[in-house]
């Protein structure tokens, strides 16, 4: 089993940065990554990092938003810069490790004022 501890989340205006963070309790072999739901909306991928560090993005925070990983503190990170007011939504770290399987942090909150 796994835990997930996240952190980074608050109000922020449009045009600025957050910085999420998400600690395992453990070393995880796979993918780590980001999700996010907005208000009224369904789940949908954010970006994620393979143990390798290749990353991917959805087309809609290409160029704003980083994913990186430390595997040395199990912890996953996502900068997200010149954030917009569609970015508000609660935020969740997945973690897909090849023993653990499936894993969810509990959700951040990020709102972008305009």
């Known amino acids: 089993q796994v835990q997930l501890v996240e952190s980074g989340g608050g109000l922020v205006q449009a045009g600025g940065s957050l910085r999420l963070s998400c600690a395992a309790s453990g070393s995880i072999f796979g993918i780590m990554g980001w999700y996010r739901q907005p208000p009224g909306e369904q789940r949908e991928l954010v970006a994620f990092?393979?143990?390798?560090?290749?990353?991917n993005y959805a087309d809609s925070v290409k160029g704003r938003f980083i994913i990186s990983r430390d595997n040395a503190k199990n912890t996953v990170y996502l900068q997200m810069n010149s954030l917009k007011p569609e970015d508000t939504a609660v935020y969740y770290c997945n973690v897909r490790d090849v023993r653990w399987g499936d894993h969810w942090g509990q959700g951040t909150q990020v709102t972008v004022s305009s």
């Open positions: 990092i393979r143990n390798g560090g290749t990353a």
